[in-house]
């Protein structure tokens, strides 16, 4: 099924976690990997594909936010504690926060560091500011304490999934993999 019922998440939704997962986890790497690599093509090459995951995952985040909005998430299991429920609500939110600002404060460091760049070699992307090489600095620096608070929000958020799962016992990882409910 497509759409989300009230125990389960649908195809769609479930299509869009993973992708968004497998990307941004790429993104660190490719980051990481294009700031550390000696100057040379390569080097380059890193920075392109760092860039254009990046906005692959901001356009996408804009498709998952409006169909999160069209299709209200399962309901969360009964034994789970208003202070679990509210840690859930707000570990969400902020994820959703952070993969839209993080990869925008990458578009205007781009932007303010003057580089022009295509989208996988194709479509130029717009500058959103002057160059400014201040503001670049800044921004750098935005960038990666965002991408660590990211990281960071990630470790809870799998450790919350796998407690879920192997403390709890519950449905909520195996309605997020499969849309299905634990059986047995
Ligand atoms: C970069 C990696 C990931 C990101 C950005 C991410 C982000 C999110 C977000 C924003 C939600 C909330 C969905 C909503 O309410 O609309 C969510 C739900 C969920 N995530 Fe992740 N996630 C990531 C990786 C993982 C991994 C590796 C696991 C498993 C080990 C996982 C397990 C889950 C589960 C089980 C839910 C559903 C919670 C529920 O049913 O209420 N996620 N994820
Ligand atoms: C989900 C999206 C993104 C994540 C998780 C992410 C994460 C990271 C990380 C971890 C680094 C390495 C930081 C360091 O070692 O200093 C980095 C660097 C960088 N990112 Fe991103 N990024 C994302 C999106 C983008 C986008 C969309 C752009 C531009 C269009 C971008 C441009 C850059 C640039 C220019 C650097 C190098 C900064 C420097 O020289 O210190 N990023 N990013």
Redesign the pocket.
Same mark, same amino acid.
């Not at 504690?81 to 205007?108: D, F, K, N």
């Given at each position: 099924m497509l759409r989300n019922t009230e125990r389960s998440w649908g195809a769609a939704a479930r299509l869009l976690h993973w992708l968004v997962a497998v990307l941004?986890f790429a993104? $660190?790497g490719l %980051? +990481?990997a /294009?700031?550390v690599w000696p100057l040379s093509p390569t080097k380059l090459d890193l $920075?392109v594909w760092?860039?254009s995951v990046?906005?692959l995952?901001?356009a996408l985040m804009g498709v998952r936010i409006a169909w999160r909005l069209a299709n209200p998430a399962p309901v969360f299991p009964e034994q789970m504690t208003q202070l679990e429920r509210g840690a859930a609500w707000v570990g969400h939110v902020l994820l959703y926060l952070l *993969?839209i600002v *993080?990869?925008a404060t %990458? +578009?205007i460091?781009?932007s303010a /560091?003057g580089i022009p760049f295509r989208i996988f070699w194709l479509v130029e *992307?717009p500058a959103v500011v002057a160059p400014d090489e201040a503001l670049a600095d800044v921004l750098?620096l935005v960038?990666?304490t965002l %991408?660590m608070a990211?990281g960071t929000l990630l470790v809870a958020h799998i450790g919350a999934a796998l407690r879920h799962h192997f403390v709890l016992r519950d449905d909520v990882l195996v309605r997020m993999l499969t849309g299905m409910r634990r059986s047995g």
């Amino acid at each position: 099924m497509l759409r989300n019922t009230e125990r389960s998440w649908g195809a769609a939704a479930r299509l869009l976690h993973w992708l968004v997962a497998v990307l941004v986890f790429a993104q $660190f790497g490719l %980051g +990481w990997a /294009a700031v550390v690599w000696p100057l040379s093509p390569t080097k380059l090459d890193l $920075f392109v594909w760092h860039k254009s995951v990046g906005m692959l995952v901001l356009a996408l985040m804009g498709v998952r936010i409006a169909w999160r909005l069209a299709n209200p998430a399962p309901v969360f299991p009964e034994q789970m504690t208003q202070l679990e429920r509210g840690a859930a609500w707000v570990g969400h939110v902020l994820l959703y926060l952070l *993969l839209i600002v *993080l990869p925008a404060t %990458g +578009w205007i460091l781009n932007s303010a /560091a003057g580089i022009p760049f295509r989208i996988f070699w194709l479509v130029e *992307l717009p500058a959103v500011v002057a160059p400014d090489e201040a503001l670049a600095d800044v921004l750098k620096l935005v960038h990666l304490t965002l %991408g660590m608070a990211l990281g960071t929000l990630l470790v809870a958020h799998i450790g919350a999934a796998l407690r879920h799962h192997f403390v709890l016992r519950d449905d909520v990882l195996v309605r997020m993999l499969t849309g299905m409910r634990r059986s047995g």
